[in-house]
């Protein structure tokens, strides 16, 4: 029996005030919308039930409800309703499903089932075709269905059919042969298509190579068979670049040990090594995150990592599952740290872009729009985050219509762990399997080997998952909070990309060996077959490492806190990955070939030398335009609408928020303290110049270090203290210019990390960030992101009193820029509003900052700043606005001597030339400021007024800037005003 | 400013109830209950303030307490810290309310008629309204009568807003103004005309928002209580306001105290709302 429960509210609803004022901006025909709460309940119920139940989820102060009954409002004229497809992730229906089991003491088995959807009757003229176009718009075809009624079939039928969006499947138990004895065609079709389904369909990319296939092969016709299909997708996960990270491994040109070895890696054990007694890291490279010590008792961890193929195909579901995916990195590090801070990056078209590309030449297909995107993907944060329960402070947005095909979507967890909990984790042969958390489904099949190909129509739609964040946030309570410190488990890793065919492998490897029985996985529905539940993505699961001994008690604890732990297998150490399906072996091969037997491909760069036109800019007297422009493009703006809806205050740890001042400016660095009884703290920022790539990755890749580190000395980190993340998320990577470019960034962060001693503890790439699809004449095209490398950074505060932040305190103030202006404009910001990218990319002069950045921190330390504002995108002139806006009080300086190479007003307003900062003192301290400085390049240009005045005079001593604050705020705040 | 080590007490049930017996002949502190589980997730923070206010906090999870009903009759206090239990599905405080009604309704209703204290925090708001514990209007304690609706904006708001105080309840005790933190998706207070009539004739209105209304809620309030004034809820938080360097202004502050040579301030705003419920019991 299926059943209906719908729930209007009485009074005005605002979820459908926003409804209604959205559609009716896409359709003026729309006036009045209603919003219905529906709950299609598949299980038998008496009426009295039913009843007992719509009361639970009613509150009868301004709701009611109708139980098989369809909804009447005053006027409307059409019903939209919006479900789940089969399958897709279905929160609020499981919250409900728990509502009813505890308040009927019941249980769903079997199809039993409880789905959530939206109904909205819609007032106004609207003819079918309208009314489609309207629903169409509401959804997204990869996760949602939508049903029509027009008023007259509405009434008849008695309301919107009662449908549950169930999952059939009936090819469970299916084992396959793949045959490998095959030509060399036919192999590089399995590897890129993948295993061929009996009704001739394909099953999904393995984004595996002819060598890879050739070296399976190979091994297989030494074990004189062919492999399961198990086997092959296995391998394909465990081998995808997502996983192995090849590109950053294999030899390239002369370099034999690979990019990762050669200039990251070994940059941090260098510099660890110099360090000695200094050294900060704990754990770098090897485990789910990096990590550095906090103090004697604590240790930090922090991992940042992208979803932007997911997020592509559903902006909400890739985000929210990507946050909430590296928390798990956090959970997952070490015996479990708490999560303590988030961090987010989005790098998206233009919003405001018209133009729509399509997946397919038919142009059926069509991608979401750069606005649509955006809204899914800052909304799926904001609910992975604030639900979690975990602060999400620090994250900043870049725009560039290179994102249109693909927008990259960093997301990262700072972990905190005490030292008295953290040891070396290690499955040993004997323990337990077990799975905790979620349950298996379809999503998230071949998200791994996905994502290392390129967008196209052949995208996989089950890649598409939906997070939830409240499964998750129990499991990791019960883990954190309680089984960590009983010492309940040896080991623990997140179940992320390639599912248990990863995580399991993955363990194993501390044992040397496991036998999985892949039946006592839980599903989430029937019919799933074995290769399946081995690779599904499937979120919120951990796999764990228990020993015999400790299984009861761990068993009870996670019953206690509602949270399923399942014994799928044990570990050992045969060498052998084993994997069973009921009792029959599907699985069977040796560890060694597993983690080790891809064959090594070398990679050829080829120089790239790019000289771009040098923009031709008028120059004018007066610059308040310009500088107004500059302060509301999309790179520059405030971003408050995303800093005030993700919560930053939770677990009361926020010392330096996101928006700073009585201003609200948004800053380039957070800061949080963690630990209640502790002065000490943690800041996070980062650095990233995509729009430097063409000219020079190597610079490009030294201004991202140098600002990453920069933004965090100049809130009151030691540099001593600092170290970095790296996230590289290129394009085309197999074309060996851009493999170039990637070298040369990479010995960038190599040089720069050692001149700075700031070691990398983590890193993650994403190396096809491309689209290939067609535009709107259904042209074949391709768009590439431009060679993006984010660098984050995260330094460690003794005394969290001596935080400095931007905003500018007193009036009277001297107002210094500490650092060298030059003529480096390319790339800059101040190009792109000219249309131009130019040539003079800013060079970093790593050891003439970091002596700066040393003496800065003397300062700091003797509380001699007032405020300090790190020079950024937008050069000089935009972090004079934002100090004076941060602190509401205006502001006088001049250029003039500013620049010893007499260039342009604008051009030294707006260059963007590095290792430079912005502070304002005390008059009091001047001399003390001055002398710590005095090996160093400042220079007092102005001070601060007590009027609501920016004014700037030029390199001739004559006024080119003079505005109210007022007005620059208002251009400030107002490109994002209405999201 | 100096930090004072405490020593971490550890959030287990299981310690608590070895702890138990000895415990109790030696109590001087009040003793407050903080209740977790299902996605509640500022326990810690809460339990912290308590502390800091001179009480003796513990989280105890919901299914814990289910299984040892009569633990409630150790505390004094009982505080349900914000969170978003059940992803707030089904109405923010829904789930989470059902299941304490379903198991615990009559220690609660027991609870609730002795001389305590009970906080409910963003969500432990919610929670209390849904589970009728506030207005409580006519001691109909279980009958709901207010509730709190999506943020007008429909979106949830994170920020530091002004409040003023407007009741005499134990827990404002010497308050007339505050600054508080609110973060929230659910938080516009909605009753009838008839029971709003009530709340403010019988003075329950515990703290309105100053200028600024930034959910839209209801004549601007932000917190209720019962009629005893002994049960609290509140949207803002408290424990994000308990130090100096929570405030969103204190680096401007700390540089106003460095040049008029004045000692920095230790604690923020918020602690004097756990103080006073600590104190209620001195």
């Known amino acids: 029996m299926i059943s209906r429960v719908e729930i209007i509210s009485r009074i005005p609803d605002a979820r459908a005030k926003l409804k209604k004022n959205q559609l009716h901006h896409t359709n003026k025909n729309v006036e009045e919308v209603f919003l219905v709460d529906v709950y299609t309940i598949k299980k038998d119920f008496k009426q009295n039930q039913l009843e007992q139940i719509a009361s639970s989820l009613t509150n009868p ?45 019941i249980k769903f088995i079997g199809d039993q089932g409880v789905f959530s959807s939206k109904l909205l009757l819609i007032d106004g003229k609207l003819d079918e075709k309208q009314i489609k176009q309207i629903g169409f718009g509401l959804i997204n075809p990869l996760i949602n269905r939508v049903h029509f009624k027009s008023q007259k079939d509405y009434l008849k039928d008695k309301g919107m059919d009662k449908i549950a969006p169930q999952v059939n499947l009936s090819s469970a138990n299916q084992v396959d042969i793949v045959d490998l004895n095959v030509t060399d065609d036919e192999l590089t079709a399995i590897g890129k298509t993948g295993i061929k389904n009996k009704d001739g369909t394909n099953r999904g990319p393995l984004a595996l190579d002819l060598s890879y296939m050739k070296a399976i092969k190979k091994y297989f016709n030494k074990l004189k068979r062919n492999p399961t299909d198990i086997e092959l997708e296995s391998i394909a996960q465990t081998w995808s670049e997502h996983c192995h990270h090849t590109i950053f491994a294999d030899p390239i040109d002369e370099i034999k040990t690979g990019l990762f070895n050669n200039y990251i890696k070994r940059a941090t054990v260098e510099i660890r090594n110099k360090k000695g007694k200094r050294d900060l890291c704990t754990s770098v490279f090897t485990d789910n ?44 590090f070490d015996m479990g740290a708490k999560p303590i801070a988030n961090y987010y990056g989005f790098c998206f078209a233009d919003p405001n872009l018209k133009s729509q590309l399509f997946r397919d030449k038919e142009k059926k297909q069509s991608l979401l729009s750069p606005r649509r995107i955006l809204d899914g993907v800052v909304a799926g944060v904001n609910s992975g985050g604030n639900c979690s329960g975990i602060p999400t402070p620090q994250g900043f947005l870049y725009f560039n219509n290179r994102y249109q095909g693909k927008p990259l979507i960093f997301v990262g967890t700072v972990g905190l762990i005490p030292k008295k909990s953290s040891v070396i984790k290690r499955a040993r042969p004997g323990d337990y399997i077990v799975v905790v958390g979620g349950r298996v489904g379809q999503d998230g099949i071949h998200g791994a080997t996905f994502s290392s190909e390129a967008l196209s129509s052949g995208s996989p739609a089950g890649a598409v998952q939906i997070g939830d964040p409240i499964t998750q946030k129990k499991l990791s309570d019960a883990i954190i909070k309680e089984a960590r410190d009983l010492k309940l488990y040896n080991s623990i890793t997140d179940n992320g990309a390639g ?44 796999t764990l490492a228990v020993h015999k001994n400790r299984w009861l008690k761990f068993s009870k604890l996670m019953i206690s806190r509602d949270v399923e732990a399942t014994v799928i297998g044990e570990f050992n150490n045969s060498g052998q990955c084993v994997v069973k399906y009921h009792k029959k072996t599907v699985m069977d091969i040796d560890m060694e070939f597993l983690h080790n037997g891809l064959p090594v491909r070398p990679m050829k760069t080829t120089p790239v030398k790019s000289s771009f036109k040098e923009p ?19 790179n520059i703006s405030s971003f408050e609408f995303i800093s005030s809806q993700y919560d930053h205050e939770v677990q009361a740890n926020s010392a330096i928020k996101p928006l700073q001042g009585k201003g609200k400016v948004n800053g380039e660095t957070s800061v949080v303290r963690p630990i209640f009884n502790s002065s000490g703290a943690v800041a996070l920022s980062q650095g990233l110049y995509p729009s430097y790539s063409e000219i020079d990755c190597y610079q490009m890749a030294g201004a991202s270090i140098d600002t990453a580190i920069r933004n965090l000395v100049a809130s009151g980190v030691d540099i001593d203290k600092i170290a970095l993340l790296d996230n590289f998320c290129w394009c085309s990577s197999n074309d060996p ?14 040089d720069f990390a050692k001149i700075y001693e700031t070691p990398f503890i983590s890193g993650k790439d994403s190396m096809f960030n491309d689209f290939k699809g067609y535009d709107e004449k259904g042209n074949s095209i391709k768009i590439s992101v431009p060679p993006t490398l984010l660098i984050s950074s995260l330094g460690l505060i003794e005394d969290v009193l001596k935080i400095i932040s931007i905003d500018i305190k007193f009036p009277g ?52 700043i007032s405020s300090a504002i790190s020079i950024t995108r937008g050069g000089l002139g935009v972090a004079l606005v934002k100090t004076a806006l941060a602190g509401k009080l205006g502001l006088e300086v001049s250029l003039n001597n500013l620049s010893g190479l007499g260039i342009r007003n604008d051009f030294t307003l707006f260059s963007e030339s590095q290792g430079r900062i912005l502070v304002t003192i005390n008059p009091k301290n001047k001399k003390e400021f001055e002398k710590i400085m005095k090996e160093n390049v400042i220079k007092q240009i102005g001070q ?26 208002k251009n400030y705040k107002s490109t994002f005003k209405n999201y | 400013m100096s930090f004072p080590r405490r020593r971490e007490s550890r959030h287990q049930a299981l310690d608590l109830l070895l702890q138990r017996d000895d415990k109790q002949t030696t109590m001087i502190k009040p003793k407050i209950i903080v209740l977790s589980g299902y996605g509640l997730n500022c326990e810690d923070e809460t339990k912290y303030a308590f502390e800091l206010a001179g009480g003796q906090g513990q989280i105890i999870h919901i299914n814990d307490l289910i299984k040892n009903k009569n633990l409630l009759n150790d505390f004094q206090i009982m505080a349900i810290p914000g969170g978003f239990a059940y992803g707030d599905d089904t109405g923010s405080g829904n789930a989470y309310g059902l299941k304490l009604r379903n198991h615990l309704w009559e220690n609660i209703s027991k609870f609730v008629t002795k001389d305590k204290l009970v906080i409910g925090i963003c969500n432990g708001f919610q929670v209390l309204v849904n589970l009728g514990l506030v207005p409580a209007l006519n001691k109909k304690y279980g009958e709901r009568q207010a509730a709190l609706l999506p943020n007008e904006s429909t979106r949830y708001t994170t920020g530091w807003f002004d409040l003023k105080i407007t009741s005499d309840a134990p827990w404002l005790t010497g308050i007339k103004e505050i600054s ?98 600590v104190n209620y019991f001195k």
């Open chain 1, 61 to 105: 102060v301004y709701q009611d409800f109708k139980i098989n009954e369809p909804t009447i409002v005053s006027k409307f004229s059409w019903g939209i309703e919006t479900c789940f497809l089969p399958g897709v992730t279905d929160n609020i229906a499981n919250t409900v499903k728990e509502i009813i089991k505890d308040q009927l003491k």
């Open chain 1, 289 to 332: 995150s990096g990590a550095i010590k906090f103090d004697k008792d604590y240790i930090i961890s922090h991992k940042v990592e992208t979803h932007n193929s997911p997020s592509a195909l559903d902006p909400f579901g890739g985000a929210i599952t990507g946050i909430v995916g590296v928390n798990r990195d956090a959970i997952g």
């Open chain 1, 499 to 542: 599912g248990l065919s990863c995580s399991v492998a993955e363990m194993a490897k501390e044992s040397n060996g496991c036998l999985v029985n892949l039946e006592k996985v839980p599903l989430k529905y029937p019919g799933l077959e074995p290769w399946k539940i081995w690779i599904s993505e499937s979120q919120e699961r951990m």
């Open chain 1, 616 to 634: 031709v800019i008028p120059q004018q007297k007066k610059l308040n335009e310009v500088l107004l422009l500059m302060m509301q493009r999309l």
């Open chain 1, 737 to 750: 210019q851009r493999l170039y470019q990637l070298k040369k960034a990479s010995e960038a962060c190599y």
């Open chain 1, 813 to 864: 103030d001297p107002i210094y820029i500490l650092g060298e202006t030059k003529d480096e404009l390319g790339g800059s910001e101040y190009f792109a509003m000219n249309k131009s990218i130019g040539n003079n990319v800013p060079k970093v002069d790593g050891n003439k900052n970091k002596k700066l950045y040393q003496s800065f921190y003397k300062a700091s330390q003797k509380q001699l």
């Open chain 1, 944 to 969: 601060v007024t007590d009027d609501q005045r920016l004014v700037i005079k030029g390199l001739d001593n004559k006024i080119i800037v003079n505005l109210d604050l007022k007005k620059i705020e």
């Open chain 2, 180 to 277: 508080l933190p609110i973060a929230h998706g659910e938080g516009k207070f909605f009753a009838s005309n008839e029971i709003l009539k009530q709340i403010n004739n019988k003075n329950l209105v515990a703290l309105k928002y100053s200028n600024i209304n930034p959910t839209e809620t209801l004549e601007h309030i932000a917190g209720i209580t019962d009629e005893s004034k002994r049960i609290f809820g509140l949207m803002p938080h408290p424990e994000r306001a308990m130090f100096f360097t929570q405030l969103p202004n204190w680096p401007y502050l700390k540089e106003k105290y460095l040049r008029s040579g004045t000692k920095l301030p230790e604690f923020g705003p918020g602690l004097q709302i756990f103080k006073n419920g």
